[in-house]
């Protein structure tokens, strides 16, 4: 178990989401080089992504706060106590991007569907160091377990399952992967691919998840819940980005997902 402070000064929480979010920047900025997107709309997308993160915290407290009532109203409702929930502020956060997105998207040659792609590479890696920052916080730990994977966290009795781990460690796979069918195989539908095993992995990791976060439908945890919506909209996605490439770009697509300009 590693401490929570780094020189009794930085919360390593604090200080694991702020290198994610760096990295996030960090390939948005890379792909839109190397790529050559259109400066005036990098530039758009990166202020576009910060409003969305800061709404998207707030996005995670209040879900989670919403939770906490469901499961126990007696207490009343208390936005911002204890807990956030990442699929709340995944939620929050695309939507408020989306918001923005239809006021100013007029204002630019690119279309959202063109670098849509680059999206969930940037979510994959900050996801991942906010993951490792639970495990330094000591939430979002798992059920209590003998096996030699478990960790012992100074608040609980007996070793647990680090979930917090086992997440880091599949963000930061599906990360390799989508970046690299975007980087060198120009791949169209990576957000369908996060979507879709994101949504499942976390479906499973649920049932070795011991922190309660609130009843929300019977038989399944809030996270459940949403993790099957993701798989739902991702596989529509899927389609849909399809269609507005078909409809928009003189290219054909092969079997793999991967475009090629139709030669005249």
């Known amino acids: ?40 709309f990098l530039d758009f997308f990166f202020y576009a992504v910060i409003v969305s993160i800061a709404l998207g915290f707030m996005s995670a407290a209040l879900f989670q706060s919403v939770y906490n009532y469901i499961e126990n109203p007696e207490d ?28 100013f998207r007029k204002r630019y040659q690119t279309r959202l569907y063109q670098v849509l792609s680059m999206v969930p590479c940037g979510i994959l890696i900050a996801h991942a160091f906010g993951r490792i920052g639970c495990f330094f916080a000591g939430c979002c730990y798992g059920k ?4 030699f994977l478990g960790v012992k966290f100074p ?3 007996n070793p647990v399952h680090p979930t917090q781990l086992y997440e880091a ?32 992995f976390r479906f499973c990791l649920e049932f070795l998840r011991d922190d309660a ?27 849909l980005v399809r269609y507005l490439y078909k409809k928009h770009t003189p290219t054909f697509e092969t079997d793999d997902g991967v475009s090629q300009e139709i030669e005249k």
């Open 1 to 40: 178990m590693l401490p929570d402070k780094i020189f009794g000064l930085f919360y390593m929480y604090g200080l694991m989401i702020a290198i994610g979010i760096l990295c996030c920047f960090g390939v948005i900025f890379y792909y839109g080089k190397k790529k050559k997107v259109e400066e005036k």
């Open 76 to 103: 009343g409702f208390h936005f911002g106590g204890e807990g956030m929930t990442f699929i709340g502020g995944l939620i929050g956060g695309v939507g408020c991007f989306m918001i923005i997105y239809a006021i």
């Open 144 to 147: 209590e377990t003998s096996s």
């Open 155 to 157: 608040d609980l009795p």
């Open 169 to 200: 460690l599949f963000l930061l796979l599906l990360f390799g992967i989508c970046f690299y069918l975007l980087m060198k195989k120009d791949f169209k539908y990576n957000m369908s691919v996060y979507l879709i095993a994101y949504g499942i």
């Open 213 to 239: 976060r609130g009843k929300f439908v019977a038989g399944l945890t809030p996270s459940q819940f949403w993790s099957i919506l993701m798989v739902c909209a991702g596989v529509g996605l899927y389609f």
